[in-house]
């Protein structure tokens, strides 16, 4: 499987701002998600990441709030903008490679608004 | 609609005992897949089995084994002569055959009391 690394690991915001969390895996892979873990709760994909073009967003998360970069196949970034303490989650990106139907998740991203 | 359900929200056992975390699924695919992951308390998930729909052979890997029987829309895992280790969120996941959406069901918080 490949092997994937997020930046920051953790980090405590203040509200109003915004943070990019970074996402890297030392392979090509066909796909790219990105989640968001709440406090106690289990996984809600935000959106897929495609190389070359704008990230397909699920329902009830918004580019505006959300943006998503994936300029090649083993790099994606997402951007957590105008935060508020609701946005304190864990934010993961997975990784899919083709011929499988396997996620992998990388060490996640631990996010603190205050 | 895809659904997982995980009923036990909470389960403290003390080392060595044997422990079952259930899981049962809703889908309306002929093919899916089947996942079980690991959230440690560091909060990355690792992935731990994926069993395809038409195949109902129960695996054991080491003190793991998975239970799908596909009559009672169930995938069950044990853990057996639990450690202090295996204290985890666990979640059972489904996609179908060529989708990229993984639902996920709610975790099973484990406490292994040494």
């Known amino acids: 499987s490949a092997v994937i690394s997020q930046k920051p690991s953790r980090d405590i915001c203040q509200r109003g701002t915004s943070l990019t969390i970074q996402c890297q895996v030392d392979?090509?892979?066909?796909?790219m998600f990105w989640y968001r873990q709440q406090p106690g709760q289990s996984l809600t994909l935000i959106a897929t990441a495609n190389q070359g073009s704008e990230a397909t967003y699920e329902s009830g998360f918004v580019i505006d709030k959300f943006p998503i970069s994936r300029p090649n196949l083993t790099f994606s970034t997402l951007t957590v903008s105008n935060m508020s303490p609701e946005d304190s989650s864990i934010y993961l990106c997975?990784?899919?490679?083709?011929?499988?139907?396997?996620?992998?998740f990388g060490p996640g991203t631990r996010l603190t608004v205050l | 609609a895809q659904k997982v359900t995980q009923a036990q929200t909470e389960i403290s056992v003390v080392e060595k005992e044997d422990v079952t975390l259930d899981c049962v699924y809703e889908?309306?695919?002929?093919?899916?897949?089947l996942f079980w992951y690991k959230q440690p308390p560091s909060g990355e998930l690792v992935f731990l089995i994926r069993?395809?729909?038409?195949?109902?052979q129960n695996e054991i890997s080491g003190r793991y084994s998975w239970n799908f029987q596909k009559s009672t829309s169930s995938f069950n895992f044990t853990i057996t002569a639990s450690q202090v280790v295996d204290s985890a969120v666990y979640f059972c996941?489904?996609?179908?055959?060529?989708?990229?959406?993984?639902?996920f069901g709610k975790g099973t918080k484990l406490s292994v009391i040494p």
């Open positions: 996941a489904l996609t179908g055959a060529g989708s990229y959406q993984l639902t």
């Open positions: 889908t309306r695919d002929t093919t899916y897949y």
């Open positions: 069993r395809n729909s038409f195949d109902e």
């Open positions: 997975s990784v899919k490679t083709s011929g499988t139907d396997t996620q992998y």
């Open positions: 392979s090509q892979v066909t796909m």
